[in-house]
């Protein structure tokens, strides 16, 4: 019993410790952490196995602990290198997005975007599954938490936005009678609007409205999501194409700078917030489970 109750409050400190950090880089902490309970559900036996290996002490278990991580690192001096991991830019006005011209850095280090990292982590945990040595020491339990909060990061429309205004970073508007960016409009405050207006200021009943619609409205659509050519084990290239088409269709539209967004543009947009939470979550499950097919045997062989 004292046991449970000390379990209890350690886990309720380490979540008032995270809440309060900034999260310029991402879905909001919100976001991010419904992105990772949604996969959790969809893990294998093999590949729940071997993420639980993989997770840091701190995590107890639960992928969602972490799945901020890189954001809260983002702003040390440590992991500088990371920011331009979480956003890939595509031309203004385009509305398309390719890996080639796209995925760069601001020094144009090329596969230094968002789907660049996805491609990067998912080899290094697939190699390290395989057995494959390498001459690199990966760290592991960095490359999960990675590719837990990146594949979270390009599911969110305005991380595949516009160069010239940073993904809606440069687009002030109003939210309701608050100041704000474009892009923090769609990181956190539609989740944010949605959880006081629908959700009783609890993110666990909004997870369990979208993982309901996983297993009702969307029903049909899962394996179409889960799906990638050529049997890859991800296709960021896809998600980054959905992102800015909706970018294009719903994000930027009516968004123009100085104007006030209420209920007409939350009401439309919410739907696609949770679709794409939704989508982020399925399909961190399907690369997990495709990376660690039968690891099991293989790591307790080991
Ligand atoms: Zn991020």
Redesign the pocket.
């Given at each position: 019993m004292h046991m449970i109750m000390g379990y209890e409050r350690v886990r309720v400190l380490f979540l008032l410790f995270l809440i309060p950090l900034p999260t310029v880089?991402?879905w909001g902490k919100e976001g991010h952490y419904a992105t990772c309970k949604i996969a959790q559900e969809y893990l294998s036996e093999d590949a729940l196995f071997a993420v639980k290996q993989l997770l840091p002490d701190s995590a107890q278990g639960d992928l969602a602990a972490v799945c901020s991580w890189?954001?809260e690192v983002g702003h040390t001096h440590r992991y500088h290198w990371s920011s331009a991991l979480?956003y890939v830019d595509t031309p203004d006005f385009k509305c398309n997005y390719e890996y080639c011209r796209d995925c760069h850095d601001s020094y144009r280090h090329e596969h230094r975007c968002v789907s660049g990292a996805i491609y990067n982590y998912t080899m290094q945990l697939k190699s390290a599954d395989a057995g494959i040595s390498s001459e690199f020491n990966y760290n592991l339990t960095e490359a999960l938490m990675f590719l837990s909060?990146f594949v979270g990061?390009i599911h969110q429309p305005l991380h595949v936005g516009f160069t010239g205004d940073l993904g809606g970073n440069t687009i002030t508007v109003h939210w309701y009678r608050r100041k704000a960016n474009l892009h923090y409009v769609w990181d956190d405050l539609i989740i944010q609007s949605a959880l006081k207006t629908f959700y009783d200021s609890d993110l666990s009943i909004m997870i369990q409205a979208i993982q309901r619609n996983i297993t009702d409205n969307w029903l049909n659509d899962v394996s179409t999501w889960e799906h990638c050519a050529h049997n890859y084990t991800a296709c960021p290239n896809r998600y980054a194409s959905e992102s800015i088409s909706l970018a294009c269709k719903f994000a930027y539209r009516n968004a123009t700078p100085g104007s006030t967004l209420k209920d007409e543009y939350f009401l439309s947009r919410l739907p696609v917030v949770e679709k794409r939470l939704a989508q982020g979550g399925v399909r961190l499950a399907a690369i997990l489970n495709r990376i660690f097919t039968s690891s099991k045997t293989r790591i307790a062989q080991a």
């Amino acid at each position: 019993m004292h046991m449970i109750m000390g379990y209890e409050r350690v886990r309720v400190l380490f979540l008032l410790f995270l809440i309060p950090l900034p999260t310029v880089l991402g879905w909001g902490k919100e976001g991010h952490y419904a992105t990772c309970k949604i996969a959790q559900e969809y893990l294998s036996e093999d590949a729940l196995f071997a993420v639980k290996q993989l997770l840091p002490d701190s995590a107890q278990g639960d992928l969602a602990a972490v799945c901020s991580w890189a954001d809260e690192v983002g702003h040390t001096h440590r992991y500088h290198w990371s920011s331009a991991l979480h956003y890939v830019d595509t031309p203004d006005f385009k509305c398309n997005y390719e890996y080639c011209r796209d995925c760069h850095d601001s020094y144009r280090h090329e596969h230094r975007c968002v789907s660049g990292a996805i491609y990067n982590y998912t080899m290094q945990l697939k190699s390290a599954d395989a057995g494959i040595s390498s001459e690199f020491n990966y760290n592991l339990t960095e490359a999960l938490m990675f590719l837990s909060h990146f594949v979270g990061d390009i599911h969110q429309p305005l991380h595949v936005g516009f160069t010239g205004d940073l993904g809606g970073n440069t687009i002030t508007v109003h939210w309701y009678r608050r100041k704000a960016n474009l892009h923090y409009v769609w990181d956190d405050l539609i989740i944010q609007s949605a959880l006081k207006t629908f959700y009783d200021s609890d993110l666990s009943i909004m997870i369990q409205a979208i993982q309901r619609n996983i297993t009702d409205n969307w029903l049909n659509d899962v394996s179409t999501w889960e799906h990638c050519a050529h049997n890859y084990t991800a296709c960021p290239n896809r998600y980054a194409s959905e992102s800015i088409s909706l970018a294009c269709k719903f994000a930027y539209r009516n968004a123009t700078p100085g104007s006030t967004l209420k209920d007409e543009y939350f009401l439309s947009r919410l739907p696609v917030v949770e679709k794409r939470l939704a989508q982020g979550g399925v399909r961190l499950a399907a690369i997990l489970n495709r990376i660690f097919t039968s690891s099991k045997t293989r790591i307790a062989q080991a």
